[in-house]
């Protein structure tokens, strides 16, 4: 077998017909096929679809029902019964009565950030409202702060609420705490 010098050597073997037809139509349809998978991502199918499947697991979740009895126990009068509580619990009164200090030391630190946090957006929202030149702008401004400082407002009085219930003892609604003439303020 002689080889004519005038051909270079090919080092691959040589494709057949049906690969050229192949590899013209993988080049001719590339765009099409770009356009297409594009398109699919800018429709959001994937995202409709796992926002379905979070939906059918919240349904499940919600027709489980209840997670399973109380783990707080009070009596009629609404006060907590510290034996029964730290029973189901597994634990001593003596450590259950620790916990409950712990947790209301935490509880009246996360009341008072929240509380602080709250008017630092409030702050800033007053400052940027008195700056901002007059126009729909300020108004858009406006209404964005509004569920920050909604947001730790409701945390630093749901802090103070449960901070009341471990320092009276007492499982109370909000509206008791409200109204209490106890001090208002997490201690």
Known sequence: ???????????????????????????????????????KEAGGLEDIRQSGRLIRNLGATLRQGPAGPPRIYADADQHLDMAAT???????VASLEA?????????????????????????????QALSTPWNAGRMILGLEFIPFCAVFFLLAFKNAWQNWQLRTGRLGSAMDY??????????
């Open 178 to 187: 409200l109204t209490t003439t106890e001090p208002f303020w997490p201690s």
């Open 1 to 39: 077998m002689t080889h004519d010098s005038s051909r270079p050597i090919e080092l691959v073997a040589p494709r057949s017909a049906a690969a050229k037809r192949g590899r013209f139509s993988r080049v001719v349809l590339a765009g099409p096929r770009w356009f297409w998978s594009r398109t």
């Open 86 to 92: 730290a029973r189901s619990h597994g634990l001593s």
């Open 99 to 127: 916990r409950i200090i712990q947790r209301r030391r935490q509880t009246t630190r996360l009341a008072w950030l929240a509380f602080a946090g709250g008017w630092l957006i409030f702050a800033l929202w007053l400052w």
